[in-house]
């Protein structure tokens, strides 16, 4: 319905943000994590990627500042038991790219720790989503996601290819990527980033 808003940012509060677009002032409900990206601020030109939001007598509109985000929402709010105040809770704990590999290698945890967002939500959310994240683009080869997700052990290739195959690549294709990495790369976040730039 409304793909984006562009417009001056004439306010902003904890959950949203008001554009004003040719005279009228668009309610944004969005993120932490939108509300804090840098060119996010009071008086400046933002663009909003928008998602109208309807359902029982409610239409609202939710805005990010990246599509990587807006994308997430989509999906979030697609799995049973998850509405669009609690996918805004869940993007507000971590960026984007943080998210979806908490997502992709089952993470239950750091995905409770979004306020109203139980055990059970969590585990539906890793259950329903995990499939369709570890195929997107949301994890970059350039994040930093991978230093708090995956632990470095005494065999860092194998934690790298067990974290490819957390992602959805065979045993096969984590083993090959892995096998390209120069000796020289020892540490397990860098490894995977070497890996990946071979995958993609």
């Not at 904890?14 to 554009?19: G, I, K, L, R, Y």
């Not at 029982?56 to 509405?83: A, N, P, Q, R």
Request: include cysteine; charged fraction near 20%.
């Amino acid at each position: 319905m409304i793909s984006y808003v562009k417009g001056i940012l004439a306010d902003k509060a904890t959950d949203h943000a008001v554009v004003e677009c040719g005279g009228v002032g668009f309610k944004i409900y969005t993120s932490y994590t939108s509300l804090s990206d840098p060119k996010c601020i009071q008086g400046s030109e933002v663009v909003f990627h928008t998602y109208m939001y309807i359902k029982e007598g409610i239409m609202d509109l939710y805005g990010f500042s990246g599509k990587e985000e807006l994308e997430l929402f989509e999906l979030l709010i697609s799995v049973t038991g998850v509405g669009a105040k609690g996918a805004l809770a869940i993007l507000s704990t971590m960026p984007p790219a943080k998210l979806s590999l908490t997502i992709a290698t089952g993470d239950a945890a750091s995905i409770k720790k979004a306020p109203g967002i139980g055990n059970k939500t969590a585990q539906r959310i890793i259950l329903e989503l995990k499939d369709k994240i570890k195929n997107e683009s949301f994890v970059s080869a350039d994040t930093d996601a991978f230093s708090e997700i995956v632990p470095v052990s005494s065999n860092e290739r194998d934690e790298a290819i067990n974290a490819l195959i957390a992602l959805g690549y065979t045993g096969a294709e984590a083993k090959n990527a892995v096998s390209k990495v120069e000796a020289s790369v020892t540490d397990v976040e860098n490894i995977i980033k070497h890996a990946l730039k071979g995958l993609m």
